[in-house]
Structure formats: structure tokens, C-alpha cells
């Protein structure tokens, strides 16, 4: 069954530290891949989408993921994180015309 | 431009009752996905519309319904509600067939069940 799995629950970091979080899909064929962020309360906002060509993809506010086919990962990157980036992650995918599948999601907590 | 709005934005039902949930999709998508949202957990999808006509379904009983009009707005229909459906309800609407198009979501309705 096609399934998307994110390795971190909870994830705490101090500001200016990197960061990567993990992401593994279970697809056959073709897959579209994406983060989304979630500010506490607010809605779910587009980070970044893959969907063919460079695996690296650079998002919003300097989010980067690579999109590894020998590895089935999507992982999401920053390089310095600010207090702002204190959010929900999830990674998600889907085939052409489906719905998405979500992971469980990250909980990044940075301290300023 | 308006993105995607949700209505209502709180709601509290009685164990046994039935509810509606409203969705506008982003102008010019005709694409809506509904994705139930437990607290801590990642959305869970539910069912997609396309063109009037529910085009693929997830791992839910037949209590959930909906249904797409011709202007692409949605509902989603949830009868005899459990407590267990206590949730974030999340509407998503996607252009071209959602083929090779985001994704973009609405605020959604906090369902709460008692």
C-alpha cells in the first residue's frame, strides 16, 4: 500500500542550528512529493513540491529537499533555522490525480 | 483572490446527530479533497470529488458522505456521529484534475462531538 512515513515525532533545536528532517514514500512509479508547514493555528501552507526534473527543490523561506529514488526519501532541509520556523512539518504524497498521503508529521520546537 | 474557505469554523454536535461541512475551493480549481485531522496526527484523507462525481475514497465508513456542485463547492456529510469523530476537517481544492497541481487548504471546521 502506498504509504509516507517521517522519522522524527518531535524535533528541538536552537535557533541558527540546521536542520533535516526525514521522509521515506512508498510508491510504485511516479510520485509527486511535498511539505507542507503548519503555524500554530493557521492552515497548512505549501513549503516545497517535487514533481520531476533536479531533485533538489528549493522552497520558501530557504527550505530545501532532495528527492533520492535509490533511497524512496524526500528530505527536508534548512540550513539555519529561526524561532519562526516553530511549526508543524508533514511530508506528503501522491500520483497523478490522487489524493494526498500524509505522514504523522514532525513537531519542530526552535529556542531562541 | 480568495483561497479556500471552510465553513463553519467551530462546531459542537451530540453523540448520534448528523453534520454538514461546507467548502469553497481557490478560483479556478476543480478539485476537492476532504482529509480528517486528529489531534497530533498527520491529515488522513477521505474523499475526493472531481467533476460532480467522488473519484477515489479512503479508509472510511459509508457515515462519511459528501458530495461537488457545479460551481466545484463541496460538502462533506458525516451522519451518526461518533465521539470518535471529533476532529479537524480539512477541505483542499487543486486545479487541472489535481494531476500534476499543489494542493491548497482551507482553515478547516474544529469538530467536536459530545
Known amino acids: 500500500a502506498q504509504s509516507v512515513s517521517q522519522h522524527n515525532h518531535h524535533v528541538i533545536l536552537s535557533e541558527a542550528a540546521s536542520l533535516e528532517l526525514g521522509c521515506n514514500y512508498s510508491?510504485?512509479?511516479?510520485?509527486?512529493l511535498f511539505w507542507y508547514v503548519q503555524y500554530p493555528g493557521q492552515h497548512l501552507q505549501l513549503l516545497l513540491k517535487?514533481?520531476?526534473?533536479?531533485?533538489l527543490v528549493k522552497g520558501i523561506k530557504g527550505f530545501e529537499a532532495e528527492f533520492i529514488k535509490s533511497k524512496f526519501s524526500f528530505n527536508l532541509r534548512k540550513p539555519s533555522v529561526q524561532w519562526s520556523d516553530t511549526a508543524e512539518y508533514f511530508c506528503?504524497?501522491?500520483?497523478?490525480?490522487?489524493?494526498?498521503?500524509f505522514g504523522k508529521g514532525t513537531t519542530l520546537s526552535v529556542s531562541s | 483572490d480568495a483561497g479556500v474557505t471552510q465553513s463553519p469554523t467551530h462546531l459542537i454536535k451530540t453523540r448520534g446527530q448528523q453534520v454538514t461541512l461546507r467548502c469553497s475551493p481557490k478560483?479556478?480549481?476543480?478539485?476537492v479533497s476532504w482529509y480528517q485531522q486528529a489531534l497530533g496526527q498527520g491529515p488522513q484523507f477521505i474523499f475526493q470529488?472531481?467533476?460532480?462525481?467522488?473519484?477515489q475514497r479512503g479508509n472510511f465508513p459509508d457515515r462519511f458522505s459528501g458530495h461537488q456542485f457545479p460551481n466545484y463547492s463541496s460538502e462533506l456529510n458525516v451522519n451518526a456521529l461518533l465521539l470518535g469523530d471529533s476532529a479537524l476537517y480539512l477541505c483542499?481544492?487543486?486545479?487541472?484534475?489535481?494531476?500534476?497541481?499543489?494542493?491548497?487548504f482551507g482553515q478547516g471546521t474544529r469538530l467536536t462531538v459530545v
Open positions: 478560483s479556478g480549481h476543480d478539485t
Open positions: 510508491y510504485g512509479g511516479t510520485v509527486n
Open positions: 506528503a504524497g501522491n500520483q497523478a490525480g490522487t489524493a494526498l498521503i
Open positions: 517535487y514533481f520531476s526534473g533536479d531533485p
Open positions: 483542499a481544492s487543486a486545479g487541472e484534475g489535481g494531476v500534476r497541481t499543489e494542493a491548497f
Open positions: 470529488y472531481y467533476e460532480e462525481e467522488e473519484r
